[in-house]
């Protein structure tokens, strides 16, 4: 179609077509169009196989010793919500990025882009609450940035968190480890995150008291590894564009497919309605304190037992298979019976949820 | 003061208070204010000896191997200058970061934070130029991330680069180890940076041909190492706030007295002239390719030598000398043959230069 046509049909149309030449809110999404965006500016330019594997982090070997390194920007907004801030989300979140790989988590840094005109008053409990999640997790934030931009230039304070972490077991855990016949196990509720921040914006006619579940994982998944060992192929916390984006990536990058039973997955009920309320699925609704893991079955068993034992998976199940069949989709049986194909989303339903 | 006397006394004055309980520009300046901030907020809070250190970058043992971390956010306006852009600025910065220590930098971190409309053909540039930056050095961007924030919520783009690197010399380059006796080097001419983005910033009455001197310092660093090894007691680059704010740093730190000759530090023509029109102190404009180091005397000449066989320290002079006298001051011996102290900068001449 030429450019021509293009501004004809958009002309024509009352819904304005996409704009193919800047940044839409969508491209921020964790959906389709973020991965087109990331392979066709990032990927292509900074073309390394580390990057390429387009894990959560990147594991590299420094004088004998393998080490994660992550990085994660935070914008979400409010800056403060139920059950966190963009300060502890920020340290679990990349505290989680390290582990979803099985390392242990040593440090992590912090910059900060404060906008002109923030109070301190809002300032000081992220930072009290990053400490706090830091201190949980026994790492350390031991180097730091801040920028301040002009007033309008920013919104309040953006924390973007690196980490490094060691990696102290011999296996891969990633994408590329996963084989038919894996079990995938899901570590609990969904959806938490994302309708909590929903709720915190206001504007919203519905009350709820769902709180974000920010959580680091490390300890659990130290746990499944003690259990699962080399049974644990690959592990992701399905965040931005929530479960079904993290299992149309593993699908995408394994070449495999994946099926799940709607009816295993919970939601809490306050959730849930909410999610009935807005038009939100749950399965595209952000987690920060979940995982996904792709397990043989043989050790399954064993990473479910090890992971109830845990105060962070209590409530995990076996939602589903990775299969030979339809490879790159993933499929649910539905809670009424039928059969569905879970796609990638495409843009986002929920800007700025981390 | 009490609060009320405070705000009566502003009510009075016709110049603004400044306002304590909001961040102001000038906490982002790399002065005065900018390390209040950061003792008051985050070293506080973070409390920890790697942080405390604060030095550009943490150095960290994991494993029997010494690595340098470090993170840097770039919200430099404009985007694309004389002599760079914010994408090989924040490359180059976060490598000459890790590089203070002495360390052979690894691999580098990118988070981007978007504004929603930014036109990709401005995004384009910005990334095949951090990717020349990286390749030049031999380093590869490992991991990222990629946020959206709506318009009006950031300014087109910015850039968080973390990185690691691996320390494989035994000596703490650190200004803990300043000892009076030592001499100041400089590697270069100053002021280049800050007056290359203040002239791409337009509304200015002077047309300039100064660029940025952005470069990344790694291969500069390791051949001062080779001649001077643990003659090399600190090394920083003199960005936000200057020369003045880098040597203040080192005074207070090692809590020795630093005296320099203005006659020895050269400012290019065309930026002494654009320092003289818009009345800027070149000590105070903001460097990216440059370093002062602080060596032991036996060792300097020695260090001298190899850093002017250096393309980036062809220039290199000795500036000054680290006394015991007057502990924490930085004093200069001026050009007209007087001496004056050299504070550090309260806030900032010039925002968002990096």
């Given at each position: 179609?030429?450019?021509?046509?293009?501004?004809?049909?958009?002309?024509?149309?009352?819904?304005?077509?996409?704009?193919?030449?800047?940044?839409?809110?969508?491209?921020?999404?964790?959906?389709k169009l973020m991965h087109d965006l990331i392979e066709r500016l990032f990927l292509s330019t900074f073309s390394n196989p580390a990057l390429s594997a387009q894990e959560d982090q990147a594991v590299v070997e420094i004088n004998g010793v393998r080490l994660a390194f992550t990085t994660d920007a935070y914008v979400v907004d409010p800056i403060i919500f139920p059950g966190g801030t963009i300060g502890d989300l920020a340290v679990n979140g990349t505290i989680n990025d390290l582990c979803m790989c099985g390392a242990v988590p040593v440090c992590l840094s912090a910059a900060f882009i404060l906008e002109e005109g923030c109070p301190f008053a809002a300032l000081e409990p992220i930072v009290a609450t990053m400490q706090a999640a830091a201190a949980r997790t026994g790492v350390q934030i031991v180097t730091g940035d801040t920028k301040v931009v002009n007033r309008g230039k920013g919104d309040k304070v953006y924390i973007t968190t690196s980490g490094i972490g060691v990696v102290e077991h011999p296996y891969t855990i990633s994408a590329?480890?996963?084989?038919p016949g894996d079990r995938v196990i899901l570590s609990g509720s969904i959806a938490d995150h994302g309708i909590a921040i929903?709720?915190?914006?206001?504007?919203?006619?519905?009350?709820?008291?769902?709180?974000?579940?920010?959580?680091?994982?490390?300890?659990?998944?130290?746990?499944?590894?003690?259990?699962?060992?080399?049974?644990?192929?690959?592990?992701?916390d399905p965040t931005r564009g929530g479960v079904a984006a993290t299992l149309n990536e593993f699908a995408a990058k394994a070449r495999i497919g994946i099926s799940i039973?709607?009816?295993?997955?919970?939601?809490?009920?306050?959730?849930?309605?909410?999610?009935?309320?807005?038009?939100?699925?749950?399965?595209?609704?952000?987690?920060?304190?979940?995982?996904?893991?792709?397990?043989?079955?043989?050790?399954?068993?064993a990473v479910l037992a090890a992971m109830r034992s845990h105060p962070l998976g209590q409530q995990a199940v076996t939602i589903g298979d990775v299969t030979a069949e339809q490879p790159k989709f993933v499929s649910m049986h539905t809670a009424i019976g039928g059969w569905r194909i879970v796609d990638m989303p495409i843009g986002e339903q929920l800007p700025r949820i981390c």
């Amino acid at each position: 179609m030429s450019d021509e046509t293009k501004d004809n049909n958009a002309a024509a149309c009352p819904i304005p077509a996409q704009d193919h030449r800047t940044v839409q809110l969508a491209h921020g999404s964790g959906g389709k169009l973020m991965h087109d965006l990331i392979e066709r500016l990032f990927l292509s330019t900074f073309s390394n196989p580390a990057l390429s594997a387009q894990e959560d982090q990147a594991v590299v070997e420094i004088n004998g010793v393998r080490l994660a390194f992550t990085t994660d920007a935070y914008v979400v907004d409010p800056i403060i919500f139920p059950g966190g801030t963009i300060g502890d989300l920020a340290v679990n979140g990349t505290i989680n990025d390290l582990c979803m790989c099985g390392a242990v988590p040593v440090c992590l840094s912090a910059a900060f882009i404060l906008e002109e005109g923030c109070p301190f008053a809002a300032l000081e409990p992220i930072v009290a609450t990053m400490q706090a999640a830091a201190a949980r997790t026994g790492v350390q934030i031991v180097t730091g940035d801040t920028k301040v931009v002009n007033r309008g230039k920013g919104d309040k304070v953006y924390i973007t968190t690196s980490g490094i972490g060691v990696v102290e077991h011999p296996y891969t855990i990633s994408a590329a480890s996963i084989r038919p016949g894996d079990r995938v196990i899901l570590s609990g509720s969904i959806a938490d995150h994302g309708i909590a921040i929903l709720a915190a914006r206001g504007g919203f006619s519905f009350q709820s008291d769902v709180r974000s579940d920010t959580a680091a994982l490390h300890s659990l998944v130290q746990t499944m590894l003690k259990a699962g060992g080399k049974g644990i192929h690959a592990m992701r916390d399905p965040t931005r564009g929530g479960v079904a984006a993290t299992l149309n990536e593993f699908a995408a990058k394994a070449r495999i497919g994946i099926s799940i039973d709607e009816n295993c997955i919970a939601v809490a009920p306050a959730v849930r309605g909410a999610c009935e309320l807005l038009g939100l699925d749950p399965l595209y609704v952000a987690n920060e304190g979940k995982l996904i893991a792709i397990v043989a079955p043989e050790l399954a068993e064993a990473v479910l037992a090890a992971m109830r034992s845990h105060p962070l998976g209590q409530q995990a199940v076996t939602i589903g298979d990775v299969t030979a069949e339809q490879p790159k989709f993933v499929s649910m049986h539905t809670a009424i019976g039928g059969w569905r194909i879970v796609d990638m989303p495409i843009g986002e339903q929920l800007p700025r949820i981390c």
